[in-house]
C-alpha cells in the first residue's frame, strides 16, 4: 500500500512540474538533427581554450626514443622483443620483460645468472649493461 502510494504521488508531481513549466513557457530544446547524425564536438565558451597548450591533450602519437636499442631475449619457451635503453641493468630489462632469469648472489660471483649474448659470449646479467647495438640473449631457462 505505501509502495503504491509512493508511486502515485511521483507521477502527480512529475504531471504537475510538466504542466507547470509549459504553462509558464519553459520548454526543453531541441537539438537540430544536423548534430545528432554527426559526433562534433560543440562549442561551450567559456573553457574552450582552456587547455589548448596543455602537451598531455596533444593529438600526436608518442614518437619511440632515438636512444633506444632492441633486446630480444630467447628462452625455452619462446622469444620476447623489447626496448631498452644503453647503459641500462640487463637484470632490470629482463625483469621488466617478464623473462625468467635466475639471480643468486647478485653481484657476479656465482655464475647462477650466466646467458649468451648474441649467442656467442657468456655475460652475466646481473653485472651487465645494455650495449649500444641491438642485441639477442639466449638464457639457461
Known amino acids: 500500500?505505501?509502495?503504491?502510494?509512493?508511486?502515485?504521488?511521483?507521477?502527480?508531481?512529475?504531471?504537475?512540474?510538466?504542466?507547470?513549466s509549459s504553462a509558464c513557457g519553459?520548454?526543453?530544446p531541441k537539438a537540430p538533427s544536423v548534430l545528432l547524425r554527426r559526433n562534433i564536438a560543440l562549442p561551450m565558451g567559456m573553457?574552450?581554450?582552456?587547455?589548448?597548450?596543455?602537451?598531455a591533450f596533444d593529438k600526436k602519437p608518442a614518437?619511440?626514443?632515438s636512444n633506444t636499442?632492441?633486446?630480444?631475449?630467447?628462452?625455452?619457451k619462446g622469444e620476447k622483443t623489447v626496448e631498452a635503453v644503453p647503459g641500462s641493468r640487463m637484470a632490470a630489462v629482463a625483469a621488466s620483460a617478464r623473462v625468467p632469469i635466475a639471480y643468486n648472489c647478485k653481484n657476479g660471483e656465482c655464475?647462477?645468472?650466466?646467458?649468451?649474448?648474441?649467442?656467442k659470449k657468456v655475460i652475466r646479467t646481473c653485472q651487465f649493461v645494455v650495449?649500444?647495438?641491438?642485441?639477442?640473449?639466449?638464457t639457461k631457462n
Open 63 to 65: 614518437a619511440k626514443p
Open 111 to 119: 655464475g647462477t645468472c650466466e646467458v649468451l649474448l648474441n649467442g
Open 69 to 76: 636499442i632492441t633486446v630480444t631475449f630467447k628462452t625455452q
Open 47 to 55: 573553457f574552450d581554450n582552456a587547455f589548448k597548450n596543455d602537451p
Open 1 to 20: 500500500l505505501v509502495n503504491h502510494f509512493v508511486n502515485m504521488l511521483s507521477r502527480v508531481i512529475v504531471t504537475f512540474l510538466v504542466l507547470a
Open 131 to 138: 650495449p649500444k647495438s641491438d642485441c639477442t640473449i639466449v
Open 26 to 28: 519553459f520548454s526543453v
